[in-house]
């Protein structure tokens, strides 16, 4: 048996999912539907993928208990097939070993604390004040200001700033590019010129958070910027100054959320959203894709439009009367306006 491979009826066990077909089929690797070999594992969770499930070459299947039957090889059956096999599929992920140290080229304050578990990187820089907890990893050319702390476990994979006074709980991630604890965009307007507005707080990052690439979470002005635990946030996001960000929300790429946002713990928030400032989302809300939020949302529920979000059966009762708005304004106006 190679190294890094499994019988099914060992995943099945694992994972505490039902075996269907041959509990000796050995699993070395995952892939698609469409690309997996015989020793690889495969998922359907989508139903737009189901017509790839009769052809394919994959060793075994995740999926759900209704699409079982229709499984031409041996299958797990999940209540939930996506978890299932993003669990299974990190036991086949290629994890660096944190290496403790400091490396050579690294700069660090003197009064700045590193634990001895943790591993520094080439051209890492590590401001006064600042803390690095157990088994923390920061990969090369991270810049770490004054007075920031990042917790046991935490991953800045590469070329990460946190400007000052940033907190990191436990296990976060953060990827390449990314800058937190900047100044807040605070402005005053004083006889015709800007001023301003010192920004004197702090970010604070929950427990098992991820932040993606070139995303910048402001420091606020007075109170702490917040995400709290296992916060989810795509690549180039732009987090403005005293936001707060609930318990397990998730945000796709290239939202702008401006500063004093309030949003709500469990929401899924779409790829191209703006939200206004100083307004609130409640729990539970998922705004789809390229939606302006200008007003607060008080009600879980999913919510679309450009044009200042509404419920989306409305949106979407709204957006086919609009593709015969011109049709009607023709037949209000008569003849003499084609």
Do not use: W
């Given at each position: 048996?190679?190294?890094?491979?499994?019988?099914?009826?060992?995943?099945?066990?694992?994972?505490?999912?039902?075996?269907?077909?041959?509990?000796?089929?050995?699993?070395?690797?995952?892939?698609?539907?469409?690309?997996?070999?015989?020793?690889?594992?495969?998922?359907?969770?989508?139903?737009?993928?189901?017509?790839?499930?009769?052809?394919?070459?994959?060793?075994?299947?995740?999926?759900?208990?209704?699409?079982?039957?229709?499984?031409?090889?041996?299958?797990?059956?999940?209540?939930?097939?996506?978890?299932?096999?993003?669990?299974?599929?990190?036991?086949?992920?290629?994890?660096p070993a944190v290496v403790p140290g400091i490396h050579p080229s690294a700069v660090v304050a003197a009064d700045a604390v590193v634990d001895p578990t943790a591993s520094v990187g080439p051209l890492c820089s590590i401001g006064s004040g600042s803390r690095i907890g157990a088994g923390a990893l920061l990969g090369p050319g991270c810049i770490i200001g004054d007075d920031n702390e990042i917790g046991p476990g935490c991953v800045l994979v590469a070329r990460v700033t946190l400007v000052t006074r940033v907190h990191l709980g436990a296990r976060v991630r953060i990827h390449p590019g990314a800058v937190l604890g900047a100044d807040g965009f605070g402005l005053a307007m004083d006889a015709g010129h800007w001023l301003k507005v010192p920004q004197l707080g702090g970010v604070r990052v929950g427990d098992d958070s991820e932040i993606g690439a070139n995303?910048?979470?402001?420091?606020?002005?007075?109170?702490?910027?917040?995400?709290?635990?296992?916060?989810?946030?795509?690549?180039?996001?732009?987090?403005?100054?005293?936001?707060?960000?609930?318990?397990?929300?998730?945000?796709?790429?290239?939202?702008?959320?401006?500063?004093?946002?309030?949003?709500?713990?469990?929401?899924?928030?779409?790829?191209?959203?703006?939200?206004?400032?100083?307004?609130?989302?409640?729990?539970?809300?998922?705004?789809?894709?390229?939606?302006?939020?200008?007003?607060?949302?008080?009600?879980?529920?999913?919510?679309?439009?450009?044009?200042?979000?509404l419920p989306t059966r409305t949106w979407r009762r709204n957006a086919a009367r609009f593709r015969r708005l011109d049709e009607l304004a023709r037949r209000m106006s008569g003849p003499a306006d084609d």
């Open positions: 048996m190679p190294a890094n491979a499994y019988r099914l009826a060992e995943l099945a066990a694992d994972f505490g999912l039902e075996l269907r077909g041959n509990a000796d089929v050995l699993i070395d690797g995952v892939g698609t539907l469409a690309s997996a070999g015989p020793g690889q594992l495969s998922f359907l969770a989508n139903p737009a993928y189901r017509r790839e499930l009769a052809a394919t070459a994959a060793g075994a299947v995740v999926l759900a208990a209704g699409d079982a039957d229709a499984c031409p090889v041996p299958c797990l059956v999940a209540r939930s097939p996506y978890a299932a096999f993003a669990k299974i599929a990190a036991r086949f992920e290629t994890v995303t910048t979470i402001d420091r606020g002005a007075l109170e702490d910027t917040e995400l709290g635990v296992d916060v989810r946030l795509d690549n180039q996001i732009q987090v403005g100054h005293g936001v707060r960000i609930g318990d397990h929300t998730a945000i796709a790429g290239a939202t702008a959320i401006a500063g004093s946002a309030r949003i709500g713990a469990r929401c899924l928030i779409g790829g191209g959203v703006g939200i206004a400032g100083h307004l609130r989302i409640a729990d539970g809300v998922t705004v789809t894709a390229m939606s302006l939020v200008t007003g607060s949302i008080d009600q879980p529920g999913e919510y679309s439009g450009a044009l200042g979000v």
